[in-house]
């Protein structure tokens, strides 16, 4: 009699994790660590007005993300940059219609240390650094130390944005390649000599770092992230839309979550975690691209 | 009746240990078979002696795991030389100097200290180790080889002590007290007798570490720095094939050559470690030969 009670008591604990284990229609967003902070938050307070919808947001990176919506393992692909033409094609290949929402905007921003002297540099010099061509803060107007550098891994979006539009080349084979935004600024504020580049929403409350001023030559002007005016206008040279790429063919939970986001309620909750809300021209874009 | 019943006890142990054996070839061959497909691209003397593994890259896609295998290398032998003097000491300690009371206490916690998660470990690399080896050694950061040797030492020990301290306790009380009754000091009876004794036991003790410091993934990742050039000596960042495979395989689309070329290094990894635990099997079974 023993044996068949622990028999039904396990059967029975079991039965009530049912519910935890089949969650009605839970909603998957994966990939970008710069988005992940601002899309969590959002999701958050989506599902308190919204009660009886979840949603899970996990990283991994805008490639771990792509790589999961063409192998059908989420809705959203959160993504810091673009989706190149191969990955296109082999999403169309697996069935998947990819399309592109613009939720946010990022000034991308390049930060040193904050005992750094140097606080302003031009794309070119940038570059170089990254390149691995200058190699030492009095090559730039520091002092003489050599420049230790922090990027992300190869599964990042803003690795592969940061590469196609500052450094146009591949990366220094000796870069230290961090796991995410966060270990970036926390690198660059403990290493006196160093330099990296995360979201703008990291640099917000970041004490202990600088946030560089960039100009697209030597000779033009300086202009700074942390003003919206300028990531706006165009006039901060490393701008970039915030991405979600969702399969064209499903609808439904996932239009509900993405108009949220395009609200006025989302584009305030944006703002208030670093970044900056959608120009005019992103809004038709998103119009044409989902009707949103 | 009880004989139907010990048949089929002895079945499903036999069933069970069939299992694990299928496991480890099935294991095997999905590793050979996933990244035989690779080797039609990229030529195995490349792959191997290469320096430069670069996916991703801008220019032209390079698979070389020369710099991971040496990075993976210099952190295992860094915690060797840590582990294998602390590991035998803290042995020789517990087995024959430690008084009863001190043995129940000590015992218990080097075996916890093996229960520590590698992400927490990883955590104290970045936030107390990393800084403290940036102090010592006046150098800008702590994201290097040294860093991941000590980290990978802390993971090791508690293989280390605890399969040494047995191999020192299995040693037959008749050579110690043959060495005391010659005039042995205590110190003496240990190193010249007790360890020599029990030396396979030891060897194989150290080699199972060995193969825990070569398998271990988060410590690495998150405490030295991922930088995929070939290091120039202890205080360069380092990237272990461990590290590329967990920063790399979330990211890539399934059945790419970069793919295959990620099992590659698994398969790499698995015939190293497999030498590794083998060749400790084997001195391990001749010590309990001989001993018998």
């Known amino acids: ?292 | 009746m009880k004989r139907i019943k010990e048949k089929i006890i002895h079945g499903l142990f036999f069933f069970n240990g069939v299992l694990v054996v299928m496991v480890l070839l099935g294991i095997f061959a999905l590793l050979i078979f996933t990244a035989i497909p690779a080797f039609k691209e990229i030529r195995l003397s490349e792959f191997i002696f290469s320096s430069n593994w670069n996916p991703t890259s801008y220019v032209k896609s390079s698979y070389g795991i020369g710099a991971m295998l040496v990075s993976t290398f210099m952190v295992t032998l860094g915690s060797l030389l840590i582990a294998i003097p602390l590991g035998i000491g803290t042995a020789a300690y517990l087995s024959d100097v430690a008084s009863p009371k001190v043995r129940e206490i000590a015992k218990p916690v080097v075996e916890i200290l093996a229960g520590i998660p590698s992400v927490v470990i990883g955590f104290l690399g970045i936030v107390l180790v990393g800084p403290l080896i940036a102090k010592i050694f006046h150098i800008p950061n702590g994201l290097n080889a040294v860093n991941g040797s000590i980290l990978l030492a802390i993971m090791a020990l508690p293989t280390i002590v605890s399969m040494s301290e047995d191999a020192l306790n299995s040693v037959p009380k008749s050579y110690i007290e043959a060495s005391l009754a010659l005039g042995a000091s205590h110190w003496q009876t240990i190193v010249k007798v007790k360890i020599p004794a029990a030396l396979s036991g030891i060897i194989a003790a150290c080699m199972l570490g060995m193969g825990r410091a070569i398998g271990e993934t988060m410590t690495v990742l998150m405490a030295t720095g991922c930088a995929p050039a070939m290091p120039e000596g202890f205080f360069s960042a380092v990237r272990t094939m461990t590290s590329t495979i967990a920063i790399e395989l979330g990211e890539v689309p399934y059945y790419t050559t970069h793919y295959y070329a990620l099992f590659g290094v698994g398969l790499v990894l698995f015939i190293i470690t497999f030498l590794v635990n083998m060749t400790s099997d084997i001195i391990l079974h001749k010590h309990q030969r001989l001993s018998r």
Not at chain 1, 157 to 169: I, L, Q
């Open chain 1, 1 to 292: 009699m023993k044996k068949y009670f622990i028999l039904f008591m396990a059967i029975f604990s079991l039965s009530l994790t049912a519910n935890s284990v089949f969650a009605q229609n839970m909603l998957q967003i994966k990939g970008s660590d710069t988005l992940i902070n601002l899309v969590q938050k959002l999701a958050e307070e989506y599902m308190e007005k919204n009660p009886g919808k979840y949603i899970a947001v996990t990283g991994g990176g805008s490639g771990t993300g792509i790589a999961a919506l063409t192998n059908k393992k989420c809705d959203i692909a959160n993504a810091s940059r673009l989706m190149k033409s191969k990955e296109i094609d082999m999403a169309n290949q697996r069935g998947v219609n990819p399309k592109r929402v613009v939720i946010a905007m990022d000034g991308l921003s390049v930060i040193v240390n904050g005992r750094n002297s140097v606080d302003k540099l031009s794309m070119d010099q940038i570059g170089k650094i990254f390149r691995g061509e200058i190699t030492n803060w009095q090559d730039v107007g520091g002092k003489n130390s050599p420049i230790t550098l922090y990027g992300r891994q190869s599964n990042s979006g803003t690795f592969v944005f940061f590469r196609d539009a500052v450094v146009k080349a591949d990366y220094s084979a000796k870069m230290n390649r961090m796991n995410g935004n966060a270990q970036i600024v926390e690198g660059v504020r403990s290493d006196s000599s160093g330099i990296g580049y995360v979201g703008v929403g990291y640099v917000k409350e970041a004490r202990g770092i600088t946030v560089l001023k960039v100009a697209r030559s030597a000779k033009g002007d300086y202009a700074s992230p942390l003003n919206a005016d300028d990531v706006k206008s165009g006039e901060y040279p490393i701008a970039r839309p915030l991405n979600q790429y969702i399969d064209g063919s499903t609808k439904g939970a996932i239009e509900d979550f993405i108009a949220f986001e395009l609200s006025q309620e989302g584009q305030r909750i944006v703002e208030q975690e670093g970044f900056f809300p959608i120009p005019v021209d992103y809004e038709d874009f998103n119009e044409k691209s989902v009707g949103l």
